[in-house]
Nanobody
Framework: QAQLVESGGGLVQSGGSMKLSCAVS????????IGWFRQAPGKEREFVAA????????YYADSVKGRFTISRDNAKNTVYLQMNSLKPEDTAVYYC??????????????????WGQGTQVTVSS
């Protein structure tokens, strides 16, 4: 069974940077597209970024476009989320997930079947 484990979260000041990692085991990373989602207290889980199987295309929420970069290293079976110019509103638990439903929609979390346990990112003002 596929397992995803996030790491790299923590506390950072506004304007700072942080890099999250999503280590995948149990299957070849290249088999699935991978997405990052986040959930702030009292809010619904929302799409942040996604990368296609071959890494040829990436997708971003408008709120993070130009600040966040998703990438993948298939040799290490790991996906990364580089977050720059962080804002207090970026504070949330960040999850990575494997897209198990074939669809051109990379935003809808319903298309992601395997999820990690999440890592907390806190941005102080």
């Amino acid at each position: 069974q596929a397992q995803l484990v996030e790491s790299g979260g923590g506390l950072v000041q506004s304007g700072g940077s942080m890099k999250l990692s999503c280590a995948v085991s149990g299957y070849n990373l290249d088999y699935y597209a991978i997405g990052w989602f986040r959930q702030a207290p009292g809010k619904e889980r929302e799409f942040v970024a996604a990368i296609r199987r071959g890494g040829t295309s990436t997708y971003y929420a408008d709120s993070v476009k130009g600040r966040f970069t998703i990438s993948r290293d298939n040799a290490k079976n790991t996906v990364y989320l580089q977050m720059n110019s962080l804002k207090p509103e970026d504070t949330a638990v960040y999850y990575c997930a494997a897209k198990t439903v074939f669809s051109s929609d990379y935003v809808d979390l319903a298309f992601y079947g395997y999820w990690g346990q999440g890592t907390q990112v806190t941005v102080s003002s």
